[in-house]
């Protein structure tokens, strides 16, 4: 059964969303009829509602749209959050990793890989080559 067909039972895109970051997959979802990108995964298109949401892989290009760093007590890392502009539109919050915390800037190309962190999948950017603000 395709999970975003209208006449199959509601499943959790979440649920969808992680299986295949399992099967090493970053896939957002698009709406059939306005070409809209959507990312958090959702049964429904936010604004005109429509339910007709299907996955599609991701480019996994982005740019930073804005980044902070979290400095946790020793002996922990600092550690940055940021929000990733997608090329398809939608922007999701991450992490930058491949450099320091807080050597990542705005508007810097990045690219999406996906990791594993203890029994989950993540989908974590490093810094596009070549790439500078």
């Known amino acids: 059964m395709n999970p975003?067909?209208?006449?199959?039972?509601?499943?959790?895109?979440d649920l969808d969303y992680e299986q295949f970051l399992r099967e090493g997959r970053f896939m957002i979802q698009r709406s059939a009829s306005?070409?809209?990108?959507?990312?958090?995964?959702?049964?429904?298109?936010p604004v005109t509602g429509a339910m007709d949401l299907e996955w599609v892989?991701?480019?996994?290009?982005?740019?930073?749209?804005?980044?902070?760093?979290i400095r946790p007590r020793a002996p922990a890392q600092p550690?940055?959050?940021c929000l990733i502009d997608l090329e398809e539109g939608p922007r999701m919050?991450?992490?930058v990793d491949g450099m320091a915390a807080d050597a990542v800037q705005i508007g810097m190309r990045v690219t999406a890989r996906i990791v594993q962190e203890g029994d989950k999948p993540l989908v974590v950017f490093f810094p596009m080559e070549g790439s500078s603000v």
Not at 4 to 13: F, G, H, L
């Open 4 to 13: 975003t067909s209208p006449s199959s039972p509601v499943r959790s895109p």
């Open 34 to 45: 306005s070409g809209a990108y959507v990312f958090y995964p959702r049964i429904a298109e």
């Open 57 to 69: 892989n991701a480019s996994g290009n982005g740019t930073v749209y804005s980044a902070t760093v």
């Open 79 to 81: 550690y940055n959050v």
């Open 93 to 95: 919050m991450s992490r």
